[in-house]
């Protein structure tokens, strides 16, 4: 049957990339398919919102590059503060340059993403070589690679067969990318006839999710994880603001409130979704 109707601990079991592997037993083991977007400046509260959101999470995605006072120390703790509450980390660094360029982006700089990123994604826009230039880092470091295949703003330009031909690409590297972020499932998506689609099994993370709002004033727009894990077969609903609110009034009782509300959410639509 499809890999949204069978559990994630039966497709951890079959997954072939590791990064991949290992977020799914995490997701069964502590019963979260919550992701948590930490999109603030200060490394305090980076950290901080962390400690508190890390229980309720199998994944945190960073936009490491927003952070004011980033030193190394930030990556230390964030590496500590996984261990500790049992999470991988998904950098959103959405890469779109030539293969050789990525690379470099990927492995060096201030960040050396590759280093503790188990999950990065990139655009399909340049084509298969940037898959080629991320995967000569990542692989070697048992790394998983999403690619965007739709993104959630108003107006995208990720449909129809843009959206296909990112799924195609992501069919002939296998190995190493392990999902998409998109809005629904991309089962067989552009596949012709020739393609053996039944053993494939992408992770659709699916940002722009929230409960008490449609949207905001740049264009996001929100859905429920209901109807993100449930009506379309979503495997991760990625929350920021509507977890940790307005960040220069962080209220760490309530964030710690959110994120077992978006765990709860999440979880009992995808339960619903199995047991169909
Ligand atoms: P929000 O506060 O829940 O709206 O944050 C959403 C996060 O997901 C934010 O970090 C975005 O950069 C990210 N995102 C998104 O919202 N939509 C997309 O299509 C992609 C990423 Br790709």
């Not at 002939?172 to 972020?181: A, L, M, N, Q, T």
């Not at 998109?182 to 722009?208: C, H, N, S, Y």
Request: net charge negative; aromatic share 6%.
């Amino acid at each position: 049957s499809s890999p949204h109707l069978q559990t994630y601990e039966q497709r951890a079991k079959k997954h072939g990339n590791p990064a991949a592997r290992k977020l799914l037993e995490t997701m069964e083991r502590k019963k979260t398919n919550l992701s948590v977007s930490v999109d603030v400046t200060k490394k305090k509260d980076f950290l901080a919102i962390i400690d508190v959101v890390g229980p309720f999470v199998c994944l945190i995605k960073t936009h490491i590059d927003i952070i004011e006072d980033f030193d190394q120390t930030v990556i230390e703790h964030l590496q500590e503060l996984s261990v500790k509450h049992d999470f991988l980390i998904f950098e959103d660094r959405k890469f779109a340059d030539i293969g050789n360029t990525v690379a470099l982006q990927y492995s060096s700089g201030v960040y050396k993403i590759s280093s503790w990123a188990h999950l990065t994604n990139a655009h399909a826009v340049p084509g298969p070589s940037i898959i080629t230039g991320l995967s000569s880092i990542g692989l070697p470091l048992g790394r998983g690679l999403i690619l965007l295949s739709e993104m959630s703003s108003k107006g995208a330009l990720t449909t129809g067969s843009y959206t296909e031909d990112a799924v195609r690409m992501a069919r002939s590297r296998r190995d190493f990318v392990v999902g998409f972020i998109a809005q629904k499932r991309m089962d067989g998506i552009g596949a012709i006839e020739a393609d053996d689609v039944t053993e494939e099994d992408f992770l659709v993370l699916a940002p722009g999710v929230g409960l008490d709002s449609k949207g905001d004033a740049m264009g996001q727009q929100y859905r429920t994880p209901r109807e993100v894990v449930l009506e379309s077969g979503c495997d991760v609903i990625i929350v920021g603001r509507g977890i940790y609110g307005k960040s220069d009034q962080l209220d760490v009782e309530n964030v710690r409130k959110q994120a077992e509300r978006y765990r709860q959410e999440g979880w009992s639509a995808y339960l619903e979704r199995v047991s169909l």
